[in-house]
Nanobody, 119 residues
Framework: QVQLVESGGGLVQAGGSLRLSCAAS???????MGWFRQAPGKEREFVAG????????GYADSVKGRFTISRDNTKNTMYLQMNNLKPEDTAIYYC?????????????WGQGTQVTVSS
């Protein structure tokens, strides 16, 4: 099973930026990678996903134009650049991998990293 470790979370003011990283113990070209988040009292939700080649990406409507997902397969690492952060982006962010980026199809989750955006 793939081990995933996130880093880069923290406290930032609204309008600021953060870059999250997700280091994987190994990668397979069969699986895609992505980011999910869970705010207090809410369901875990999809944020962004990226295919093995990096040429195909997808975003939740709430983050389009502000977040950018990327990956470096030589380093087994995925990134999430978050710009123009808003208080509603406050959540625990999880990286994940699986054949599809549906919660029921995820095969490995990271431990999560807290992102807090103050107004």
């Amino acid at each position: 099973q793939v081990q995933l470790v996130e880093s880069g979370g923290g406290l930032v003011q609204a309008g600021g930026s953060l870059r999250l990283s997700c280091a994987a113990s190994t990668l397979t070209s069969r699986y895609i990678m992505g980011w999910f988040r869970q705010a207090p009292g809410k369901e875990r939700e999809f944020v962004a996903g990226i295919a093995w080649s990096g040429s195909s990406t997808g975003y939740a409507d709430s983050v389009k134009g502000r977040f950018t997902i990327s990956r470096d397969n030589t380093k087994n690492t995925m990134y999430l650049q978050m710009n123009n952060l808003k208080p509603e982006d406050t959540a625990i962010y999880y990286c994940a991998t699986g054949p599809r980026l549906l919660i029921r199809d995820i095969t490995s989750w990271g431990q999560g990293t807290q992102v807090t955006v103050s107004s």
